[in-house]
């Protein structure tokens, strides 16, 4: 379940509202090109602006459309420690395979703060656990050693590591490896995590080029080295243009111009500045997807 390329899928809207119909075509676009398994409601997800009835529909409608061809690991995280368990819960018995919970955010918990948290959604739900590090967006780092600590619980299986700190993924796996996996959260930077024993990616990038991310993976894990390194650079100018603005305003433009979804966020998200709309026009014309 926590390996390969896992997308961090969208969240279409259409005049305000969750666009059903569009989320059921891009899965089916995912599993069509080989993901392997669904994130709905990550951040790319734009969970932050869901209201709590939103996201669990959402939710609802990952794991009916996917109808177990894939895992669903659903982003139920918060920076509220029982509104996590709450949207746990409800994952749970919506039928989702996983759970993924991302650090709390802005409130800036220390390291036993976040252990803590992470162990109360364990106990309170026994359901698998992928735990999601990204200093970047919630101002704190969960360290390596409180990775290892969290690791001992039977519900906690996987990190995505989204640091960018390969040192850092480096010492997870050296404390933690054979009890926790460690998966990118950053497509600029899989290839290196798989060097260093990562099993796979939540990707951004895969939302428009999903058979080439899981390509790159599958190239992995059957050692044509080769073949991983020529797809990774290949996608490598695609990954660095999903974020000429704030994730994720560039990979839904993307989707938009694709003919995927309709071009619509939610505030305080907007649409690319004119000049960064056309150095995206330009990367994905550059790769033929557009």
Not at 24 to 48: H, K, M, W, Y
Not at 174 to 195: C, E, F, H, M, W
Request: overall charge negative.
């Amino acid at each position: 379940m926590f390996k390969g390329s896992i997308v961090a899928i969208v969240t279409p809207f259409k005049e305000g509202v969750f666009d059903e119909d569009a989320y059921r075509d891009l899965i089916e676009f995912q599993i069509e090109n080989g993901t392997s398994a669904i994130v709905p409601c990550g951040t790319t997800g734009e969970s932050a602006t869901l209201s709590v009835e939103e996201h669990n529909k959402v939710i609802r409608v990952a794991i009916d459309a996917v109808k177990g061809r894939a895992p669903v690991i659903a982003g139920t995280g918060g920076n509220s420690t029982s509104e996590a368990i709450d949207l746990t819960k409800h994952a749970k018995e919506a039928g989702a395979d996983a759970t993924l919970q991302v650090t709390p955010y802005y409130n800036k918990p220390t390291q036993e703060g976040l252990f803590q948290h992470y162990k109360a959604i364990a106990e309170a739900v026994a359901l698998p656990q992928v735990l999601y590090n990204v200093p970047g967006r919630t101002g704190v780092n969960m360290l390596p050693e409180t990775v290892a600590r969290l690791a001992e619980f039977p519900e906690i299986h996987a990190i995505k590591e989204a640091s960018g700190n390969l040192e850092q993924m480096a010492e997870i796996i050296n404390l933690a490896g054979d009890k926790i996996t460690l998966l990118s959260g950053d497509d600029n930077i899989t290839l290196p995590v798989l060097s260093i024993g990562g099993k796979g990616v939540v990707s951004v990038v895969a939302n428009i080029v999903p058979r080439d991310v899981a390509d790159m993976v599958n190239a992995w894990e059957k050692g044509d080295i080769e073949k991983t390194r020529e797809i990774y650079y290949k996608l490598l100018p695609l990954c660095r243009a999903m974020f000429y603005e704030t994730n994720p305003i560039p990979v839904k433009t993307s989707a938009s111009l694709m003919g995927k979804i309709r071009l619509e966020f939610r505030l305080p998200l907007v649409p690319m500045s004119s000049a960064n709309l056309e150095r995206l026009k330009n990367a994905l014309g550059d790769y033929g997807l557009i």
